[in-house]
Structures are given as structure tokens and as C-alpha cells.
């Protein structure tokens, strides 16, 4: 018998061991198989080329859940507002600067004594907007405080899964056709790592100009090589208007808003947007909608 209680007190010996030999391994790694975002990456350029150029066609809202009051701020608006001086240096916003033509770093910081992450830092190379991502639990600003172009946010792991919440942004384009997003909105990011590419999911919650969130993503490859360079800008003005002119069209005078949907054969009404463009459902309703005239093909020149 008392051999038979010294080999269960050396089994239990050796299980307790065990146990704390897994728990110092556990300490040393997250719970969760979190996908660490942090590297050098590059864009997917051809991915929404369109927005990340020249920018989209001049009328053309589908498939975004505008309203009333977005369609008239796009309508005003004329593209050489961004060759003024005051804009040709200014860096794009939370939500829109991921869709640059641009490279990205996301790097980590960690705290010295406890090594935990206290946030994470992005890069990106065009106009060189840097947003902080606190990991550390701290509350958001009060409503009053400052807003930036890259607002305040603050992160947390859901899985493996890097999302974070964006709010204090100052007021900014959904697309490079006029369309708003007010300094009201917030955004909702997830940072998806799936070995060397990164899916970047954003929804704008704007209670201003949007009637649903507007849901987008963005792809990047693992580029470890890469080195970005420094952006330095010069304010200058890239237009020949006289100064103090602001580029806009009043209301009811833009004459270029049914280009677009003349071009490709679009009802007028699906050329305006709005949340029901969204949905697969809507090309039951194209249907029954009318059509401008396509423009008729440029006559080849004499003599050819």
C-alpha cells in the first residue's frame, strides 16, 4: 500500500508539472491565434482602379446609400477644387486613404516592462497619413474634442481578427465625385491576414449623408522587401483660376451629371444611388426604368 501512494504522489508530482509547464508556454503566447498585421505591404491596384486614378465618372452614385442631401453636395461639386493650393497637400481620410495607390507599413508598439501592445501604426506612402490604433483600452475623446483627418481609434482582437473603431474625423469625400462623409461618421475596420495578403473590411456608419453603412474592402500583398519612401509636398496651385475662385456648380446648373449614365446605358434614376442600388433585387427594377439615348459615335474625319 505505501508503495501504491508513493507512485500516485509522483504521478501527481509529475501532472502538476506538466501544468505549469503548459502555463508558461501559454503565457508566452495570445489565447487566440491572433494574425499579427504588422509588415510592409502593397496594394492590389487593380482592384476599384477607378477610385484609386483618375476617380469615377461625374454622376455616377450607384451602389452607394446616399441621400437627398449627399446627392446635392456631389452635384455642386467640381474636380478642380483639389488643384487649389489649400488641397493639393492635404492627405486623404481614415476611410479613403487605405484606397490609395500607395504602399503600407503597419507596425506595433509594445510596452517595455510588460511587453503587452499598447497600438499599432499605419504608414501609408501617398501624402504619408499615419493612424494609431490604441490596443490599450483607453476611453474615446469627448464629443467636443479636436477631429483629424485620421481620427481616433481603438482596436481589440475578435479572433483572429484585428478590429478597431474609428471616430473624430473631420469631414471628408466617400468618392472622388463629390460624394460627403461628415465629420458625424464612424468607422468600423477589420484587419483580415490570411499568410501574405490582407484584406482590409470597412464599413462608414454616417448618420448625415448615408442611410445604411457603406461596406468596403481593400487587398494588400506581403511585400517584406519594401521600403517607402518620404512624401514631401509643396502647397501650390494646379489651376489657372483666378484666386479666391472655389470650383462648384450651383444647383441645377451641372450639365455634365447625365453623361454617365447616357454613356453606359444606365437609367438616370439608377445613376443617383441610394441604398436600394446595393442589392442584386434592384436589376428587377432596372427593368421597367427608362434609358437616355447613347450618344451617337464621333463620324470618322474626312478624307479616312
Known amino acids: 500500500m505505501p508503495d501504491v501512494c508513493h507512485d500516485v504522489a509522483r504521478l501527481s508530482s509529475r501532472i502538476a508539472s506538466l501544468l505549469v509547464l503548459a502555463c508558461v508556454v501559454l503565457v508566452g503566447k495570445p489565447l487566440l491565434a491572433q494574425e499579427d498585421p504588422s509588415g510592409e505591404w502593397e496594394s492590389k491596384f487593380h482592384e476599384d482602379r477607378m477610385e484609386r486614378g483618375p476617380g469615377p465618372e461625374i454622376g455616377d452614385y450607384t451602389g452607394i ?102 471616430d473624430h474625423l473631420k469631414e ?35 448618420p448625415v ?9 481593400i487587398d494588400f500583398a506581403y511585400v517584406p522587401q519594401q521600403e517607402i519612401a518620404p512624401y514631401p509636398c509643396d502647397a501650390v496651385s494646379e489651376t489657372d483660376l483666378p ?20 454613356k453606359y446605358g444606365i437609367p438616370p434614376e439608377a445613376a443617383r444611388g441610394g441604398a436600394d442600388t446595393m442589392y442584386p433585387e434592384y436589376i428587377d427594377k432596372l427593368k421597367t426604368m427608362k434609358r437616355l439615348p447613347r450618344p451617337a459615335a464621333p463620324k470618322p474625319a474626312a478624307g479616312k
Open 209 to 217: 449623408y448615408l442611410t445604411e453603412p457603406l461596406v468596403r474592402t
Open 243 to 262: 484666386e479666391g475662385t472655389v470650383p462648384s456648380h450651383m444647383p441645377g446648373t451641372n450639365e455634365f451629371l447625365n453623361e454617365f449614365p447616357a
Open 65 to 166: 446609400p446616399l441621400n437627398n442631401g449627399a446627392r446635392f453636395h456631389a452635384d455642386a461639386y467640381e474636380a478642380g477644387i483639389i488643384g487649389l493650393a489649400e488641397n493639393t497637400c492635404k492627405q486623404n481620410s481614415a476611410d479613403h486613404a487605405w484606397r490609395d495607390p500607395a504602399l503600407l507599413r503597419i507596425s506595433k508598439e509594445v510596452d517595455h516592462d510588460t511587453q503587452e501592445v499598447i497600438a499599432f501604426h499605419t504608414h501609408i506612402s501617398m501624402l504619408a497619413p499615419e493612424q494609431t490604433i490604441y490596443m490599450d483600452g483607453r476611453p474615446h475623446p469627448p464629443e467636443y474634442a479636436p477631429h483629424a483627418t485620421q481620427g481616433f481609434s481603438t482596436g481589440k482582437w475578435e479572433g483572429d481578427i484585428l478590429a478597431f473603431t474609428t
Open 172 to 206: 471628408g469625400l466617400i468618392r472622388w465625385n463629390g460624394i460627403p462623409r461628415s465629420d458625424k461618421a464612424t468607422l468600423s475596420t477589420h484587419l483580415l491576414r490570411h499568410e501574405n495578403y490582407l484584406t482590409v473590411a470597412l464599413a462608414i456608419y454616417d
